[in-house]
């Protein structure tokens, strides 16, 4: 079932946010101090690529420069991002049809809000 909402994901426009992301994350790793943040939007592109059967946690050793990048990322101001997703998933979310994108978009934006720390399985 998951390979069947992968397909239908990446043909509605799953694959454009995943070029946005990779885009967004090559553009970032032009200077050395953006290289954390773009490797952080290349893992989100992954994960925009096929979230259906993919779960996001936090990883158990994550330590305190996660949380310093953390606070860099929503600072700079990649928490609209996650705004974004986070809208997504409430409009989704409105049709039964819908329900498992909202899932989809409700795993990205837990991603895009807080990446350093986060992994998925």
Sequence with gaps: MSTLGNI???LLGGFLVALIYFAAGL???VTIIGIPFGVQLM???ILALAPFGKNVTFKDNAGCLS???TVLWILCGWWETALVH????????IT???I??????WRLMKMSFMPF???TK
């Design 67 to 69: 949380i310093a990048f």
């Design 8 to 10: 239908l994901w990446l």
């Design 43 to 45: 893992k989100i592109g």
């Design 117 to 119: 720390g986060l992994t």
């Design 100 to 105: 498992p994108f909202a899932k989809a978009h």
């Design 27 to 29: 553009l970032m790793c």
């Design 86 to 93: 986070l809208t997504l998933a409430a409009l989704f979310a």
């Design 96 to 98: 039964i049809i819908g």
